[in-house]
């Protein structure tokens, strides 16, 4: 089964720039979906963005506009390239591939604070 490892995460003033990663163990050219999720504490999971084989995304309201999502089939590995950070955006940020089981990652801490 491919194994999802997230990187990219750390500590950014309000305002500035992250990008994540996504590196899959193994193929994701047959996986439709893949989406970014996030977990604030004492907050449920939600769904950031999600993107198909096809290159279609769709969005969080709360990132449309300064969140990209993006998928490089040949290298395994599907982004988030996140902007105009602000302090709710503080989260852990999980990768998730939409097969059959679902597939989760462990997660990557992004905390925006001055």
């Known amino acids: 089964q491919v194994q999802l490892v997230e990187s990219g995460g750390g500590l950014v003033q309000p305002g500035g720039s992250l990008r994540l990663s996504c590196a899959a163990s193994?193929?994701?050219?047959?996986?439709?979906?893949m989406d970014w999720y996030r977990q604030a504490p004492g907050k449920q999971r939600g769904l950031v963005a999600a993107i198909t084989s096809g290159g279609s995304t769709n969005y969080a309201d709360s990132v449309k506009g300064r969140f990209t999502i993006s998928r490089d089939n040949a290298k395994n590995t599907v982004y988030l390239q996140m902007n105009s950070l602000k302090p709710e955006d503080t989260a852990v940020y999980y990768c998730?591939?939409?097969?059959?089981?679902?597939?989760w990652g462990h997660g990557t801490q992004v905390t925006v604070s001055s």
């Open positions: 998730h591939a939409r097969t059959l089981s679902g597939i």
């Open positions: 193994g193929s994701i050219g047959s996986i439709n979906t």
